[in-house]
């Protein structure tokens, strides 16, 4: 290791922000440099293997070192590395990928534009709803319903739509007109005695009541992810997504479903909104879409909304938007490839298979004593740790149980994720039955060293 390489990344500082007090934790931590990947492991610099249990960050589907997308990025860089989408120009892979990914879609979707990220994507739909609705004549349907705890990037426009305080504190968000409703979490949201039933109407009361209170005339669209990823894996409560898009339909909203985490059989179904039995008029993916070998990002709309815009475009002379690198040739190339091995190998197909065998395993943690709760579909789930099980009371300071159990679990060999109180979990789609079984036994040696550590440090 090169003594530049050591002073770039002798200490990293991490911060992390209570999502209930919002009290800041500061912590000190060297780095892991990872400097290999094979199949579902990864492997650092001083040669350690570690079951990559997050998938990068929600996104590696096809494994660490598939090299079908690798030829795929070198056939495309010798052909053509590069050419721009403006001014009537366009090339064969992202012609290609765009009709696979209106072939994969729910049939109403049939437009597609793309970006480099997530964030990207979701700030141009914020553009996009405005400029549909400058269009039709309605210039005051500018303002966007999310959710507390939220993710949804962190751009200046999908940083607003982000409802996390940690993304959003310092820099001036929310900078868009949003409204943030309840986080749909029953466990730490609901009120004491709330059936799951209740709580679904209750936040879906607050939806139509803040409708009706901001007006529907100035409300453009909703926004959600299926499965809520980066704010802690929550589930919505049964209900939930239907009731939504009814009152969406009810007052001329239009509909987000942001499936970048969701995305490409993560939930057991293709995408989340199938998951959960909704209809979305826009529907936004990236992470395993190339599996993030390339960034890349993709909006898919209905027709109805494109011919929209492209009447508005026709009348303005131009879309001023778009992206020097927006659906870049060598990251369609590999999208496609990495669309076809997910395909072939039915990735989507193990994500169902596995689902209760990794979902039952998960939910055996429940009854351990620093677990509150264990949730999740498919190959995606969080387990949230609680100093007190019959009050959910959380541990102090916030987020720093969570960091320790991350710690000990990669001690372990188990890569997973702290996110306030709860520990993310996201597994290549690649894994196998036995892998699940040794994620498990890492997973429950992680807790048990964290209970005794919270013990050793008086916080329980």
């Known amino acids: 290791m090169s003594s530049r390489l050591n002073s770039l990344h002798e200490t990293d500082i991490a911060y992390q922000i209570h999502p209930y007090t919002n009290a800041r934790v500061h912590e000190q931590q060297g780095p892991t440099i990872i400097t ?8 650092d610099s001083e040669g350690k293997k570690y079951l990559e249990g997050l998938a990068g960050l929600w996104s590696v589907a096809v494994g660490f070192s598939q090299p079908r997308l690798v030829e795929a990025a070198t056939k495309q860089m010798a052909e053509l590395p590069y050419i721009q989408n403006f001014a009537h120009k366009a090339h064969v892979p992202g012609i290609l990928l765009a009709e696979k990914l209106v072939e994969m879609a729910p049939d109403h979707l049939t437009k597609v534009f793309f970006t480099n990220s997530g964030s990207e994507a979701n700030d141009t739909v914020v553009k996009f709803v405005w400029f549909v609705n400058n269009m039709l004549g309605r210039p005051e349907k500018k303002k966007f319903l999310a959710r507390n705890k939220a993710y949804h990037g962190i751009t200046v426009a999908s940083g607003s739509l982000t409802g996390l305080p940690g993304n959003q504190k310092g820099f001036d968000l929310p900078a868009i007109p949003v409204v943030h409703l309840t986080c749909p979490h029953h466990y730490r949201w609901a009120e004491e005695g709330e059936t799951e039933a209740d709580f679904t ?3 879906l009361k607050e939806a139509e009541e803040t409708i009706l209170s901001e007006g529907p005339e100035t409300i453009a669209a909703f926004i959600g992810e299926p499965v809520m990823g980066a704010g802690g894996v929550m589930t919505p409560p049964e209900g939930y997504w239907p009731g939504i898009e ?3 339909r009810k007052y001329d909203i239009l509909l987000v479903s942001d499936e970048v985490i969701n995305g490409f059989g993560r939930t057991g179904k293709p995408f989340g909104c199938q998951r959960y039995g909704f209809k979305p008029d826009i529907m936004v993916t990236s992470k395993q879409l190339t599996s993030s070998y390339m960034p890349l ?22 879309l001023g938007h778009g992206f020097t690198a927006g659906g870049h040739p060598v990251a369609c190339a590999v999208g496609l490839e990495n669309l076809k ?65 991350v710690k000990f679990a990669a001690e372990e060999g188990l890569i997973v994720r702290n996110i306030y109180e709860s520990i993310g979990i996201c ?34």
């Open 201 to 203: 109407a209750r936040l």
């Open 297 to 318: 990002a993709a909006i898919l709309v209905t027709d109805e909304f494109y011919q929209t815009m492209a009447d508005y475009t026709a009348e303005l002379g131009t």
């Open 427 to 460: 597994p290549p789609m690649i894994i196998t039955e036995e892998q699940v079984d040794e994620l498990l036994v890492k997973l429950g040696a992680a807790l048990d060293k964290t209970m005794e550590w919270a013990k050793s440090e008086g916080l329980m």
């Open 36 to 43: 290999k990947g094979e199949g579902a492991y990864v492997y």
């Open 341 to 405: 091995i997910i395909e072939e190998l039915d990735l989507m197909g193990n994500a169902a298979r596995l689902e209760e065998k990794f979902q039952t395993g998960l939910r055996q943690f429940s009854d351990h004593p620093i677990v509150g709760e264990v949730r999740g579909v498919g190959l995606i789930a969080g387990v949230e740790l609680v100093r007190n099980k019959a009050t959910k009371e959380s541990f102090q300071p916030g987020g720093k149980i969570t960091a320790m159990a």
């Open 246 to 248: 009814a009152l969406c």
